[in-house]
């Protein structure tokens, strides 16, 4: 029974859940974090999520599964080359996925724009799959979108605007990532293997993927900072108050060091141990990461809703 439960939880791909997250960017940033009214339609909308990327990644299997087969890694790791899940059941799956979906946005949440960035993800996924991933360079590009759609879909669930800043930095943040998992396919498996992992591994070598890393590195985090300078530069532009009443917004600029710190750390464990950059969830459990997202977060969270919390408390 564990062997088909995992089996099935692969066949989903429920590890790569986590990108999902990136929904609920939209209601921390905006200052509405409080609104208990908006966390049904935003939870609905993360499942909704995870049903399409896993209806994505079915597909793709379903398509590659005989390359898969042929494959010793991947056939380990993808029920549906191994035989372990048959074709028939997953064919299945899908229309299941699909009718939920569809029946979730047509009676649950009812909000065109999320509509279209579910649209998006499932034609993003299958753009790739189908013609991007034999593209060096197109393929990072395309795979990083996926970020933004899903962080755009919680935004059109609560209909609200967010910096266009924060959306390049989650953009470039995706780069990141997929730099480095490339750099992590070609350290672990070789020029040769990685090319019979993916064919377009015969246009990326080390040397230009770590010069990718650090343009993208530099890049992310000025955005992460120009972000928060200019967004409260913005607020203090607008406010009547004196600086001084506005003091806690610019605690948020401690996150600056500490977002240094976390990329620099992710670097620095992707090149000692790739096998990082090949499944990112392990980076979460990096004690380092661990205690640096903590502050990070607890930063933020204090910077935006001093006053909100100060508010409610008082009521």
């Known amino acids: 029974m564990s062997n088909k439960i995992r089996n099935f939880l692969n066949l989903l791909r429920v590890r790569q859940y986590y990108k999902n997250t990136m929904i609920f960017v939209g209601i ?31 597909i793709n299997d379903i398509r590659d599964v ?22 028939t059941f997953a064919v299945l799956l899908l229309i299941i996925i699909a009718g939920i979906v569809i029946s979730s946005l047509i009676f649950l949440i009812r ?6 960035m579910i649209i998006s993800i499932i034609i993003t996924g299958q753009l790739y799959n189908h013609l991007f991933k ?3 360079f197109i393929d990072i590009l395309i795979l990083s979108t996926g970020y933004l759609w ?15 800043w924060l959306f390049l ?3 470039e943040l995706a780069m990141f990532l997929s730099i480095a998992k490339r750099k992590g396919d070609l350290n672990i498996l070789g020029k040769d293997e990685a090319i019979g992992h993916k064919k377009i591994y015969d246009q990326y070598s080390l040397k230009l993927l770590d010069q990718f890393h650090i343009i993208i590195a530099g890049s992310l985090f000025m955005t992460y900072s120009l972000y928060l300078l200019i967004n409260f530069s913005l607020i203090n532009l607008n406010s009547t108050e004196t600086p001084n009443a506005n003091f806690h917004e610019y605690i948020s600029i401690f996150t ?44 933020l969270l204090f910077s935006f809703y001093f006053d909100v919390f100060l508010d409610f408390f008082k009521k």
């Open 28 to 58: 921390f940033f905006s200052e509405r974090l409080l609104e208990t009214d908006l966390y049904f339609n935003l939870l609905i909308g993360f499942i909704l999520l995870c049903l399409s990327s896993s209806f994505n990644y079915i």
């Open 169 to 171: 930095a989650i953009f």
């Open 150 to 164: 899903r962080a755009l879909a919680g935004c059109a669930i609560i209909e609200e605007y967010v910096s266009a």
């Open 134 to 136: 034999y593209y060096a």
């Open 256 to 299: 600056i060091p500490i977002s240094l710190y976390i990329i620099m750390r992710y670097m620095y464990l992707t090149s000692t141990k790739p096998e990082i950059a090949r499944n990112t969830e392990k980076a979460f459990m990096d004690k380092g990461i661990i205690i640096a997202s903590a502050f990070l977060f607890v930063i």
């Open 66 to 87: 005989e390359n898969d087969r042929k494959h010793p890694e991947k056939i380990k790791k993808k029920p549906l080359a191994s035989g372990d899940i048959s074709i």
């Open 111 to 116: 909000n065109l724009g999320f509509v279209f």
